[in-house]
């Protein structure tokens, strides 16, 4: 087996269309109508797309401000323009690809009444960054800067490399983010991310939340070993974490993995980006 890394998603497809790979990892959405159907398989993946609010400092720092841009954002707009459906709708901070979120998902807890559209207007400028590593990445932010603009929002776009943005992002020096993360970071189980992202002693805390509410709850689902009870904790958490409005759950993503089921088989589609290439995969 011999592996590349090419860093370019078009070029990945194009290797993949003219055979000089049986497998591309990643294809980018834009690729995957041009490369159809044969070689194409999409599935569920643990990666959620969210709008991070900076809750520390700036006009989001205002909970009736956070609220506004959570009532302005349309994630269908998302899902049938930027990702041509091969997405789906945000329902809380886990999709489709942890099974067992959705039956035990509870309504956000806490959530401030949203500004009127007269308040947002009189708000400053607002900056929005995302990054140019994922190509769907700058234009959901064109969508989301559309409609926040359309709630009376005055938005300033910065989108570059992720390495360029990363140091800022975590230093609250964006006002908004866009951004994928895998929920279902380095472990099975989303406590970690919880506990990362939106605690006060986090460590990837973009949002720059600190709310003690908050931190009770990713407290109790991290001190319960019962996986029951540990995944009804972390749903109360996740509520907990949206009634903030923190963040706001955009789109779900899915893989898109590429290779021809006719001439390739057993190729792994793991919603936890661990496996690929297997000993059960086969040529021919």
Known sequence: MDVKFVADGTARANALRTRDVDVAEYVPISQAPLLG?????????????????NTERGVFADPAMRAAAREAIDPKALVDGVYEGRADTAQGLLGPGVPWAADLRAAPTGRAKAAAPAEVAKTRQIVLATYTNRPELPEAATVVQQQLEKRGFTVKQVVRDYAQLEADALAGKYDAFIQVRNTLLDTADPVSYLVSDFTCDGSFNITQLCAKPVDAAVDRAAALADTDARHQAEMTAEAAILGSDALVPLVHERFVQGYDDTRFQGVSLDPMERTLITADTRVG
């Open 37 to 53: 159907d044969g070689l194409v398989h999409e599935f569920p993946s643990a990666r959620t797309n969210g709008l991070s609010l």
